[in-house]
């Protein structure tokens, strides 16, 4: 097993495109309980902390909350993608994790617990960032929670069975974020002059190729090869 306060240091919660202060007020007092503290918000317009700070007794928290422009930014450190969803009658590309069954995927990666707007949950592009998404079994009747409920039953639960280190090997530590990124770039790149995104533009699009690289869920250790192999494509096709 390893150590709460380790687990703990390596959980970020996301919101994205979350509004209501005394839900993020919420979200905090939830962290706080259970003894997280790594807080990042993403919005593209200013979000009222001063009023979160004021309703709840979480201000450490709040207070080291960080803000960023987009997903993609605030998880670029993280190497364990998962997005919060009530699947309904949708399809989704990724794999999908009961509450319970998240502790089996947990090693010992930086992770990342995406939760969406209270109104209309994660976009398909804040979705196309994770690797693996996340959902809590609740009654058939009722299949909708508050974002502090939401927040607090899976902190709990991991707190509740301290997940088990599953990678010990460096060379087997997952892809953060940043690195994946980077292999996104260059895949569209190498697409477009293979005029592939002309001619195939419903499969090639940033939101499709980012959820498709996401669920490879490759080893850091593989992509400056992916990078290379992609690059000398380029390099030749460019005939240089």
Not at 28 to 54: H, K, T
Not at 162 to 186: F, K, M
Not at 199 to 212: H, K, M, Q, T
Request: glycine share 8%.
């Amino acid at each position: 097993m390893q150590s709460e306060a380790g687990l703990r240091d390596r959980v970020a919660v996301v919101l994205v495109g979350a509004r209501n202060p005394l839900n993020i007020g919420a979200v905090a007092r939830a962290m706080s309980n259970f003894g997280f503290d790594d807080l990042r918000l993403v919005n593209d317009y200013s979000i009222p902390l001063a009023e979160a700070r004021s309703a709840v007794n979480a201000s450490h928290v709040l207070q080291a909350a960080r803000e960023f422009g987009s997903v993609a930014e605030a998880v670029a450190d993280c190497q364990l993608i998962y997005g919060t969803t009530a699947i309904g009658e949708r399809k989704p590309e990724h794999p999908v994790d009961a509450l319970p069954d998240v502790l089996e995927h947990v090693g010992a990666d930086k992770i990342a617990i995406l939760f969406g707007s209270e109104k209309t949950g994660l976009s398909n592009e804040a979705l196309s960032h994770c690797q693996r998404l996340l959902t809590i079994p609740m009654s058939a009747t009722n299949v909708s929670m508050n974002l502090g409920q939401a927040a607090a039953v899976i902190l709990y639960e991991l707190v509740r069975g301290n997940a088990v280190p599953l990678r010990v090997s460096t060379d087997a530590a997952p892809a953060t974020a940043e690195q994946l990124g980077l292999l996104d770039a260059v895949l569209r790149e190498a697409l477009e002059e293979a005029d592939y995104m002309q001619r195939f533009p419903g499969n090639a699009s940033e939101v499709r190729l980012r959820a498709l690289t996401r669920r490879l869920q490759m080893p850091g250790a593989d992509v400056p090869i992916w990078l290379g192999f992609f690059r000398q494509f380029l390099w030749k096709i460019r005939g240089k």
